[in-house]
């Protein structure tokens, strides 16, 4: 807090100083000090570089007066990592979106497919389905429908497997993604192997937990845990409320109690109460067995028609996204309310197909947990948006240093929003449409949103990678 004060009294002597960007009179929040209070910042070659109670000189101004100035939301499981859909993240005041569950096959070449042509930051981690869909052959493209869905590895195909990932990690993977629901005859020994190489790279491995039936659930929870003990590896389960159901309370609870004991797990939630997959997957491989009410809870995406055992039939058959309404609002809140698990959104976006957490999951905490229902605390919920994920991310990436903070030093990654009228709108109809209440998101130092609207011709979106390690 010293080297706070000591750089804003140094701006407010500075009277020559000629900032790129000012951003004044708003209420600047910053979760890692603590500080909450009016202040304008001054940013220079998309750095923040003076943080003064007083007013500053720059080259543009954005006045923020009765607004929130907060860092940029980090968003660690974000699947529509593309032109489109950046433009929608941006709207919620994502300005790092991170695809890490799935991942990639191609680390090179996922980076070069963005590379000065990105409006927001952006990651990938090294995608075990992907890697094992290609060591054994399977045709599927974004999810396994052969081997690598129904059957364990030989032991060549998982030295491959490991071999894969581990070259996934030089090229500079930002994580290990694993959507164990999607690869179910993956042993409990391969998903070991691949913890055992992240823990090598001091890497973060982001896991879609296993489907395990009832009265076993928390095998696939313990699998997770055990894994992150055995090898070192850090864990991060994703949207454990739409994993565990009723049971996030007891999944939160050994998460709780395997921190207590200096284990690295960490876990994510997003605010919405329905889920959304394609219909293929191997999670609704047993659906011939299901009940006709089971049905009810499911709807065709493009059309929202609720489905029966007859549609759900054919609508397999043809492949595409559907909504599984699979969740209670209560056990959300108190997901939502939980010091434990950081705000992400599983963003999904495809031919303007997708669901409303990929263009509302921010403004949705900001406006209806905090302001409506006072679940959390503003200050709370920016945590929960910023500093913990950048935290998460930081061992590994050391650019995440940078993110998730307003400080001296800090990239200029910011958001001004409005906290009495902020709220998302978007519906499983029209799932891109931006929120209200977010009115500018600067990303490194340059303006991308300016009051509500879009910004043309501007990319100041960078690579958050890991380091690059010679082959072997």
């Known amino acids: 807090m010293l080297s706070l004060l000591t750089a804003c009294s140094t701006a407010q002597r500075d009277d020559t100083a000629v900032y790129d960007l000012v951003i004044l009179n708003g209420r600047v929040m910053d979760p890692e000090s603590g500080l909450d209070s009016v202040r304008a910042l ?119 497997i490991v071999a894969t990932v581990d070259r996934g990690f030089r090229r500079g993977a930002v994580a290990a993604g694993m959507l164990i629901e999607f690869t179910p005859a993956a042993t409990p020994w391969e998903i070991l192997s691949v913890f055992k190489v992240a823990a090598s790279y001091g890497a973060a491995v982001h896991v879609h937990m296993r489907d395990v039936d009832a009265p076993y659930y928390f095998l696939e929870i313990e699998e997770v845990i055990a894994a992150s003990a055995a090898t070192g590896a850090s864990a991060h389960i994703v949207h454990i409320q739409s994993s565990l159901g009723e049971d996030t309370p007891k999944g939160l609870a050994l998460i709780r109690g395997a921190r207590q004991r200096t284990l690295d797990v960490t876990t994510e939630v997003y605010p919405y109460t329905a889920a959304m997959s394609e219909i293929e997957a191997a999670g609704y491989d047993d659906w011939q067995s299901w009940s006709d009410k089971k049905f009810t809870r499911f709807e065709w995406a493009q059309t929202g028609e609720r489905l029966t055992r007859t549609s759900f039939a054919k609508y397999r058959a043809i ?55 006072h679940t959390l605390t503003l200050m709370d919920a920016l945590r929960k948006m910023t500093i913990e994920p950048a935290k998460r991310m930081e061992r590994r990436v050391s650019a995440m240093t940078h993110k998730g903070r307003l400080n001296i030093g800090a990239d200029a990654d910011v958001v001004v929003f409005d906290p009495q009228t902020i709220l998302d709108r978007a519906t499983y109809r029209e799932p891109t449409l931006p929120p209200i209440g977010l009115r500018d998101v600067v990303v490194n130092g340059v303006i991308v949103v300016r009051n509500g609207a879009m910004r043309a011709g501007v990319f100041p979106g960078r690579a958050m990678r890991g380091p690059l390690v010679a082959e072997k």
């Open 42 to 160: 001054g940013i220079i070659d998309g750095s923040v570089r003076a943080m003064s109670p007083q007013s500053l000189t720059g080259r543009d101004t954005l006045d923020a007066r009765g607004m929130v100035v907060a860092p940029g939301f980090i968003d660690l499981h974000q699947h529509a990592q593309d032109t489109a859909g950046y433009r929608v993240e941006v709207l919620d005041g994502t300005t790092t979106a991170l695809e890490l569950e799935g991942g990639t096959l191609d680390i090179d070449a996922w980076y070069d497919q963005r590379a000065g042509t990105s409006i927001i930051n952006h990651g990938v981690s090294v995608g075990h389905d992907a890697v094992r869909m290609q060591v054994m052959h399977d045709s599927g493209t974004s999810t396994p429908i052969g081997a690598a869905k129904s059957r364990a590895s030989t032991e060549a195909e998982l030295a491959q």
């Open 319 to 373: 492949g595409g996204m559907i909504v599984y309404y699979n969740n209670t609002e209560d056990i959300v809140a108190a997901a939502v309310r939980d010091p434990l698990t950081m705000i992400a959104s599983d963003g999904i976006l495809s031919n303007g197909i997708g669901h409303p957490r990929v263009a509302g999951t921010f403004a949705r905490v900001l406006g209806k947990y905090v302001r409506e229902q």
